[in-house]
C-alpha cells in the first residue's frame, strides 16, 4: 500500500486516530449506513478534485 500524508487545521483539540483498511470494511460490514456515507463524501472530494484538474488543464491549454 502506499503512504498517504495530509496537513489540517483544527479550531479546537481533537484526537486523530489511523485506521486500517481491513478494520474500515469491517465496519462498513458492521454499519452499512456509516459506511456510504463515508464513500459518498469521498467519492464527492475525488469528484471535485478531478473537476479541478480538469479546469487547469483546460486554461493551459
Not at 502506499?2 to 483544527?10: D, G, H, L, M, T
Not at 484526537?15 to 481491513?22: E, N
Not at 452499512?32 to 479541478?52: E, H, K, Q, T, V
Amino acid at each position: 500500500s502506499k503512504r498517504r500524508s495530509a496537513q489540517v487545521s483544527a479550531y479546537s483539540d481533537l484526537i486523530v486516530r489511523k485506521i486500517s483498511q481491513k478494520k474500515l470494511f469491517q465496519l462498513f460490514v458492521y454499519n452499512p449506513r456509516l459506511g456510504f456515507l463515508i464513500m459518498r463524501n469521498l467519492a464527492a472530494i475525488m469528484s471535485d478534485r478531478i473537476m479541478d484538474m480538469n479546469f487547469m488543464w483546460r486554461d493551459e491549454i
